[in-house]
C-alpha cells in the first residue's frame, strides 16, 4: 500500500502492500473514521492485482468508498491494474452522487454503478479508462453533470453496455476518444454524437465507429485523427460510414491524420471522391511511400485553402507496380492558390520517390515559399553523386521557394561513457541563481575506497571553494562520500553558507553517519531532497544522529523529501523519527517508500511513524 497523508487534506493507498484486499479496506474504513471530524481534499486509490492472490477480491472497495463523504473532495482518483477481467469479474464497484467540490476524477478499470442523483458541479478534468458505465443515460448525465467541464478522456471497456454516446458540453475544450480493443459487445462499434460549441482539440485514437456526428464543435478546432473501420464487414457500409465521419470535419483548420485512416482514403480511391476540407490550413499527414503516387493528390485536392504541409514518408505498402518516372494526374488547387510550406521526412527509397514529390512541388506550386526535405540515415542508402544538387539547382515555378535537404540521423549521447576527472576547476565569475548538478570523480580512489590521497583533498577542497556560493545544488552519493571524507580531515569544517536547495544520493548504510555532517555544512539549508541507494563502503561506526544537532535543524530546514528502499535495519524509519524529534522549523516530510524491493515493512510501524513525537507542531508527514 502507498499511503501519502497529510491530516485533514489528502490520502492515497497502494493496495499491494497489504497482505489482501480486505486488510486494505480495513485501513481505509479506520482511517475515514479517523477523519470522520475533517474532510479529505484528495483521494487516491491504486489496486494491483496482476500479481496477486486469486483470493483478493477487489469488489471489497466499492463499500468502503460509498461510505466516503466525497463532499469536499477536490481530487478523486482510483486505478485498477487486474487480471483479464470481464463482466462478471470482481472489479472495484462506484457510486458517484453529490460532489460539490470535485474539480478532477480519474478512473481506471472500474464499473460505475447507475446513478440515483448526481451533482458535479465543479468539475473541470475528466478521464475515464477501461470503465465499465452502465448504460447510454449514464454516461450522458455523467458527461453533461458539469457546467464547467473542460477536459474529458474515454477509453469505454470492452464490456461496456454503451451502445449510443452522447457527448454534449457547453463548457468542453479538450475530448479525447480511444477504443478499448478488441470491441466484443459492440459487433460495429459505437454510435457517437458530439454537441461541444467551445470544443479546441479533439483526439481520435483506435476507435471504430457505426456512425459518427458532430452537432457543433469551436472555429479553431485542432484534429488528431486514428480511426478504423474494420469491424465493419460490409464494404459498401464501411465506405458510406467512413465518408460520413470526414464531413465532420470539413471547417477543422488543424488536422494530424494517421496513415491507418489515410489507408482507408488509398483503398477507395476509385470511389466518390473525398468531402472537402474547406477550413483546413495545416495538415500533418503519414503516408506509406508507394502509395504517395496516388495517395498525396487525392488528399490535396481536398484542401484548397492549404497553406501549411506535413508528410512523414514510412515503409511500402502492397500496391500497384508504379511506374519508373512518374508525373502526377492532376495540379489541386492548393498548389496554385494558398500552398506556403511543406516539409517531408522520409529515408531514402530505391526509386527515389521522394525526389520525385520535392520536383513535384517546386515545378507546379506557384505560391510554395520553403519546402524542406529530411532525409532519414539510418537505411544506409545513398543517392548518386550530384543527384541532390541537380534538384537544388532545378527551375522553380514559385521565384521566393527556398529548398533545404536536412539529414535526420539518430541523436548520439552528447556525453561520453564515464564520469569527469577533473585536475583543476575553476569557475571565474557564475550568476547568483546559478543551479548545479554535479557527478564527478575527484581522483582515482576518491569515492570508490572512502580514503582520499592528499591530491584528492586538494582537488575536493579547490572544487568546494568554487561552488560555495552557489544556492540550489544536486549531488551524486560517490560525491557526496568524498566530500564527507574530507570534511572530516577539516577543521573548522566546510560551509555552503548560501545553499538553500539540496538534493542529494546517499547509501542507506552510511546515511545515519553521514547525513549530520552534511546538514552542519549547510547552515541555512531549506529544501532537501534525498535518494538511499545501495550499499557503501562507509559501514563501521554508531550512528552519528544523536551526536550532531545541524543548525539548520533548528533555524531554517522546511522540507524534506527522503526517497527509499525497505532495508533490513529500518534506516529510512531512523532518519526520519530523528528529522521529526529534533527539527523545529520543519513543514513537510516526505518518505517515499520503493515498491520494486521485495521486503516488507514492520507491521504498525507507519502508525507508529504518524504518532512518533514530533519537535514542529507545524510538521506534517506524508508516506508514499
Not at 101 to 107: D, N, P, R, S
Not at 467 to 477: E, G, P
Not at 573 to 594: G, W
Request: aromatic share 8%; with cysteine; charged share 25%.
Amino acid at each position: 500500500m502507498e499511503t501519502s497523508l497529510e491530516m485533514g487534506s489528502c490520502i492515497s493507498y497502494r493496495q499491494h502492500r497489504f497482505p489482501n484486499d480486505k486488510a486494505c479496506v480495513d485501513f481505509i474504513d479506520k482511517f475515514l473514521n479517523f477523519q470522520s471530524k475533517s474532510y479529505l481534499r484528495e483521494f487516491k486509490l491504486s489496486i494491483d492485482q496482476k500479481e496477486s492472490n486469486f483470493a483478493n477480491d477487489a469488489s471489497l472497495y466499492g463499500p468502503c468508498l460509498g461510505k466516503m463523504d466525497k463532499r469536499k473532495i477536490q481530487r478523486f482518483q482510483v486505478e485498477s491494474r487486474l487480471r483479464d477481467w470481464g463482466v462478471n469479474d470482481n472489479e472495484t464497484h462506484l457510486t458517484l452522487s453529490v460532489c460539490e467540490a470535485l474539480v478532477c476524477l480519474k478512473l481506471h478499470h472500474v464499473r460505475l454503478n447507475e446513478f440515483e442523483s448526481l451533482s458535479l458541479p465543479c468539475l473541470k478534468i475528466m478521464y475515464l479508462e477501461d470503465v465499465i458505465l452502465p448504460s447510454d443515460a449514464a454516461a450522458e448525465a455523467l458527461i453533461g453533470c458539469s457546467p464547467v467541464l473542460e477536459d474529458l478522456k474515454i477509453s469505454l471497456h470492452k464490456y461496456d453496455f454503451v451502445v449510443h454516446l452522447r457527448v454534449c458540453s457547453q463548457s468542453l475544450k479538450s475530448f479525447t476518444l480511444k477504443r478499448a480493443e478488441p470491441v466484443y459487445s459492440i459487433r460495429c462499434g459505437h454510435s457517437v454524437v458530439m454537441d461541444t460549441p467551445r470544443l479546441e482539440y479533439l483526439s481520435l485514437i483506435d476507435y471504430q465507429f457505426r456512425s459518427f456526428k458532430i452537432i457543433s464543435m469551436g472555429d479553431s478546432v485542432k484534429a488528431d485523427i486514428d480511426v478504423d473501420f474494420e469491424v465493419i464487414l460490409d464494404y459498401l457500409s464501411e465506405r458510406t460510414v467512413f465518408y460520413n465521419f470526414l464531413s465532420n470535419f470539413s471547417r477543422v483548420g488543424d488536422m494530424t491524420i494517421s496513415w491507418r485512416t489515410l489507408k482507408l482514403i488509398y483503398g477507395s480511391r476509385d470511389m466518390d471522391p473525398l468531402p472537402m476540407f474547406h477550413g483546413l490550413t495545416r495538415l500533418r499527414a503519414a503516408m506509406c511511400t508507394n502509395a504517395s503516387y496516388e495517395l498525396l493528390p487525392i488528399v490535396l485536392d481536398s484542401c484548397p485553402n492549404l497553406k501549411h504541409l506535413t508528410v512523414e514518408l514510412i515503409s511500402d505498402y502492397p500496391v500497384a507496380v508504379i511506374p519508373e518516372r512518374w508525373t502526377m494526374p492532376l495540379v489541386p488547387y492548393c498548389l496554385g492558390s494558398s500552398l506556403e510550406f511543406v516539409e517531408m521526412e522520409s529515408s531514402i527509397t530505391e526509386l527515389e520517390t521522394e525526389l520525385d514529390l520535392v520536383n513535384f512541388f517546386l515545378t507546379e506550386s506557384s505560391t510554395l515559399k520553403k519546402l524542406v526535405l529530411r532525409l532519414n540515415q539510418s537505411s544506409g542508402k545513398t543517392y548518386e553523386p550530384g543527384v541532390l544538387e541537380q534538384l537544388t539547382e532545378s527551375p522553380r515555378l514559385s521565384s521566393l521557394c527556398q529548398f533545404e535537404v536536412l539529414d535526420v540521423v539518430p541523436t548520439p549521447n552528447p556525453w561520453p561513457e564515464g564520469d569527469y576527472q577533473f585536475k583543476s576547476f575553476e569557475l571565474v565569475s557564475t550568476s547568483e541563481s546559478l543551479k548545479v548538478d554535479i557527478d564527478v570523480v575527484f581522483g582515482a580512489t576518491g569515492g570508490a575506497t572512502g580514503v582520499l590521497n592528499l591530491k584528492e583533498r586538494e582537488n575536493v577542497c579547490e572544487f568546494l571553494s568554487f561552488v560555495s556560493n552557489v544556492r540550489d545544488m544536486t549531488i551524486s552519493s560517490k560525491n557526496l562520500e568524498s566530500i564527507y571524507h574530507h570534511s572530516r580531515a577539516m577543521n573548522p569544517r566546510f560551509k555552503f553558507r548560501v545553499l538553500t536547495r539540496l538534493r542529494a544520493s546517499m547509501s542507506s548504510n552510511s546515511s545515519p553517519q553521514m547525513l549530520p555532517v552534511i546538514l552542519e555544512m549547510c547552515p541555512n539549508l531549506r529544501h532537501l531532497t534525498l535518494e538511499l541507494v545501495g550499499d557503501s563502503v562507509v559501514t563501521e561506526g554508531e550512528s552519528g544522529l544523536l551526536n550532531v544537532l545541524p543548525h539548520c535543524l533548528v533555524s531554517s530546514l522546511i522540507s524534506v523529501d527522503i526517497k527509499s528502499p525497505i532495508t533490513d535495519k529500518a534506516t529510512e524509519v531512523e532518519l526520519v523519527r530523528y528529522l521529526l524529534e529534533n527539527s523545529t522549523t520543519l513543514q513537510k516530510l516526505v518518505l517515499r517508500l520503493n515498491q520494486s524491493c521485495p521486503k516488507n515493512d514492520t507491521p504498525g510501524f507507519l502508525k507508529q511513524l504518524f504518532e512518533s513525537p514530533r519537535r514542529s507542531s507545524l510538521c506534517q508527514i506524508v508516506i508514499l
